[in-house]
């Protein structure tokens, strides 16, 4: 069975038209295609609209709470409205997508695909920091209230996120570098976001780059599918802070269910980055996301750099159809 059969997941349709999957707008080569559809132009819009989201969800809290407008979780709920204003602007009037293929209701079981996997990985890694001795539970605290860690760490981060790397700056690149290149790409701005938290540092925002950057890029290429990286995410955040007790990202010290002791070397306990700055789930968690994408390469689910499609497409019959997938 392949990795795709045991996901419960159809391998990414690859248009014959112009060997893109169906996450991207239609683009036939050598057909003219709209200026609205550069790369460049829809990343520019987006960070336009983004930004316009912001300060409209500012705008509004200022309304409603003018002495705190920026009390509670509003950050990150101005992260969150912008983002997803500036997607659907996107992917519905320029792309034309009205449903994206990558967030299409009838694969939403896909988030919980996703959050069953992200869980399996973070207990795997700290399950190999107990079995050497860095990471012990110490007891239970059940009074702790998880809702604003699953609002702000696991809802927010994990759609919001997901939209900026995955759903819009990995597709962009992937446009002109192809698969590869924008997985390279997302994933170092997505760790270097990182660095920026209170704890955060270079060789965390390294650590995330690697283990979660390319491994979130690595599941997005096999599923096409934002359900299932956002619940990677959530489950990812939920499990390693609220669950098992570790700092997340460097955003500080963290309540949690399990009460529990990191002990020995930062570089395998993560130190005041978390368990994310562990050198385990960079090994590990790095090494699967690098065999992931080597599988999908060899079933041909990558698609190729814009100066290979062009000269491939150049030598076939022009088929202005979306095509079988290869």
């Known amino acids: 069975m392949t990795v795709l059969g045991l996901m419960g997941e159809q391998a990414p349709r690859i248009r014959a038209s112009d060997l893109l999957t169906e996450d991207h707008p239609h683009r036939p080569y050598p057909s003219v295609t709209p200026v609205r559809n550069s790369a460049w132009v829809r990343g520019g819009l987006f960070i336009l609209v983004y930004i316009v989201g912001v300060l409209l969800y500012y705008s ?8 705190t407008p920026m009390a509670n979780s509003t950050p990150q709920m101005m992260e969150l409205f912008g983002a997803l204003l500036a997607y659907l602007v996107l992917v519905m009037l320029t792309e034309r997508r009205v449903w994206p293929h990558e967030l299409q209701p009838r694969r939403a079981l896909g988030a919980l695909k996703g959050m069953l ?3 399996i990985l ?7 920091l107990a079995l050497i001795g860095t990471y012990r539970i110490t007891g239970f605290n059940l009074s702790y209230a998880p809702w604003s860690d699953l609002l702000t760490m696991g809802v927010v981060a994990g759609v919001a996120e997901e939209i900026l790397f995955r759903g819009i700056l990995f597709r962009l690149v992937e446009e002109g570098l192809g698969t590869w290149g924008a997985v390279l790409v997302s994933g170092l701005f997505f760790g270097l976001m990182h660095w920026s938290n209170p704890d955060g540092s270079l060789w965390g925002g390294i650590a995330i780059a690697i283990e979660a950057g390319i491994l979130f ?9 934002l359900w299932w990286t956002i619940g990677l995410h959530f489950a990812w955040n939920i499990t390693e802070g609220p669950i098992f ?3 997340v990202s460097g955003s500080g010290a963290q309540n949690s269910w399990l009460t529990s002791t990191w002990s020995g070397p930062d570089i395998l306990s ?4 978390g368990l994310e700055g562990s050198i385990v789930p960079v090994v590990l968690l790095g090494a699967l996301g690098i065999l992931l994408l080597v599988h999908a390469q060899r079933k041909g689910l990558v698609v190729l750099p814009l100066w290979v499609r062009k000269r491939t497409l150049t030598h076939a019959p022009a088929d202005p159809t979306p095509g079988p997938a290869r």
């Open 122 to 128: 973070v207990a795997v890694c700290v399950g190999v």
């Open 270 to 273: 993560g130190g005041s980055f």
């Open 245 to 247: 007790g570790s700092r």
């Open 117 to 119: 996997l992200g869980l």
């Open 60 to 67: 509004i809290s200022f309304a409603v709470t003018p002495d």
């Open 217 to 225: 890029a690595a599941v997005y290429t096999l599923t096409r599918s």
